[in-house]
């Protein structure tokens, strides 16, 4: 189907060749097929399966974020994983099957009556061999359709019903986005103080990422306290390579060169912190420039400050399999 008027974007409804080989001689349940997809659209369906699931999830991962769920027993988080894919599994379905009844209602108020719909859907469950009893995630079985299709039809309590429970289910979906927009406006307001110092950084302003640092302290939510640990030891680090920060490009160039420099000299001073030490310096090098090697040489810091020996071992090893440069010599061989 395709329209287009004044102030509306055209909308097309593509029909497989198969499908219309296959009810060429059925006019009217090529018509009954016709006009449940229409309904789909006529519904609104399209626009609520987006708000439902990806409107609400991408507001609901920015506070997901600011949960530290390494403190959480791994008991819990996998039972919480389980009921919350249940959960999921069980409103797909719901929505699903509410959507396609509601479609096909549509289509049998468009046709003035339920069965081209009905013969659309006893024919169409005949060429794809479908059990009629069968319900799928996301479609009702064909009993099912065709019995609520004729209660549609002949009872106008059940029509009224069907009416109140469609409104509830768009009540809901408005109500879950409200919850969800301030849930995540929420959040926004909590986080705002580290992203903003996280801003002036990434602006080159050094000097007000660093007066953003202090205001903000130790009110950090637990679930960025380890990237914002690592935030303001970077901030010092290029703190002392640029003092109150510059031209953002510029400072990148300072930071390839001076962090490599500065991690390399900490490594080769040895002791047991060495590598947790250097782990700023070589984060600096990375932001100025893309390279493995202070790529690898960052992530074998970062094993080294995570306790995790044999990683740090593997990330040596790699560091030798790219080519140790001459002044890392003494620390990783040749």
Request: glycine share 10%; net charge neutral.
């Amino acid at each position: 189907m395709s329209g287009c008027g004044a102030h509306l974007a055209p909308r097309y409804l593509v029909l497989a060749d198969g499908l219309v080989v296959a009810l060429a001689n059925d006019v009217n349940a090529l018509k009954g097929v016709v006009a449940h997809e229409v309904g789909h659209a006529q519904a609104g369906h399209p626009a609520m399966l987006v708000t439902l699931f990806v409107v609400v999830p991408l507001l609901l991962a920015n506070p997901v974020q600011l949960v530290d769920l390494q403190r959480i027993d791994g008991l819990w988080l996998l039972t919480g994983g389980v009921v919350l894919a249940l959960l999921l599994w069980r409103v797909v379905r719901a929505v699903g099957h509410r959507f396609e009844h509601e479609a096909d209602v549509l289509s049998a108020i468009a046709l003035g009556g339920a069965e081209p719909c009905i013969r659309a859907l006893v024919r169409v469950g005949q060429i794809l061999q479908q059990d009629p009893a069968r319900a799928s995630l996301l479609h009702p079985s064909e009993h099912d359709r065709v019995h609520l299709l004729q209660g549609f039809a002949g009872d106008p309590a059940f029509r009224a019903r069907f009416a109140l429970r469609g409104l509830r289910l768009r009540r809901a979906i408005v109500g879950l986005l409200i919850i969800a927009l301030l849930i995540a406006g929420g959040s926004w307001y909590s986080s705002w103080p580290t992203e903003r110092a996280f801003y002036l950084f990434r602006a080159g302003d050094l000097a007000g990422a660093r007066e953003q640092a202090d205001a903000v302290g130790a009110q950090v939510p637990s679930g960025q306290w380890e990237s914002w640990t690592s935030f303001r030891e970077d901030l010092d680090a290029a703190s002392a390579i640029a003092g109150p920060g510059g031209d953002w490009e510029q400072l990148r160039k300072r930071f390839a060169a001076d962090g490599w420099r500065r991690g390399v000299a900490t490594l080769l001073a040895g002791g047991d912190s060495a590598a947790v030490r250097a782990r700023a310096w070589f984060s600096l090098a990375v932001e100025g420039a893309r390279d493995p090697m202070a790529q690898s040489l960052l992530l074998y810091c970062e094993a080294a400050r995570d306790h995790d020996p044999g990683r740090q071992q593997q990330l040596a090893d790699h560091v030798r399999a790219l080519g140790v440069p001459a002044d890392l010599a003494p620390l990783f061989g040749r």
